[in-house]
């Protein structure tokens, strides 16, 4: 999984924005993270979400199938929401009558509710996607990576009017066993990604869309942003992608949980 940290100066805004935290190297590996076995005790929430309270465990594997089948496609949308990009990838899904995975950071959670609630009333769900989108989580401590997540499922939740967020989407892949158990004890599944469109790098939409069409056969679940900076070329390869995924014969769903 890419860690996109290239470049990233728009996050750097967003950590100093987030709450100080004890920062400890770790050495937990993405390779080490995606593995089935966690050590230690099972992480526990200090407290729960409000509003919602308790949420059902759900497994703590990395999803990427579809709950469509076979001929099913994730499109999953990272690090909004924006105001101006979201509204845009919002009527572009309502055009085509696709529903997607938003993965929201904290951050923007609670700078932009309105959008949030957007997201979940045009029917969408959401996926936490930490509090200040830092790559290097996975080397850092557990109580850090615990109020990242945390917190972050507090404000996604808050943001939205009471709808909890039902997947976790590690920053660039930086899972860890921790994290995943975390998560997924709160009732969100880790969620990863088969295709990398590489839309965050701006390379062009037809190099957006030639990556989703090269790229599929890997899996059904395609990574998006509408956020970040500039994410017009992202607009347009969506525009050109989805009814060409219908022409394909994909039906598009949700990861599964």
Known sequence: MARHSGGRGWYGKMAGAALGVTVLAVGASVWTAQADVVAGPSPQASAPAAPGGDADPVSKTIAHASDAGDRGVNITIDDGPDPE?????????????????????????????????????????????????????????????????????????????????MYYRAPGGAFTPYSRQLAASRGMRPLGWNVDTKDFERPGSDAIVATVERELPNGPTLLFHDAGGDRSQTVDALNRVLPWLKEQGYSFGFPVR
């Not at 957007?118 to 989580?137: I, K």
Request: aromatic share 4%; proline share 4%.
């Open 85 to 165: 990009w979201t509204p845009q990838v919002l009527d572009l899904l309502r055009e085509h009558g696709v529903k997607a995975t938003f993965c929201v950071t904290g951050t923007q959670a609670q700078a932009h509710p309105d959008l949030v609630k957007d997201v979940v009333a045009a029917g969408h769900r959401l996926c936490n996607h930490s509090v200040s989108h830092d790559t290097a989580m996975d080397r850092k401590s557990e109580a850090y990576q615990s109020q990242e997540i945390l917190d972050a499922e507090r404000m996604i939740t808050k943001a939205s009017g009471g709808v909890r967020p």
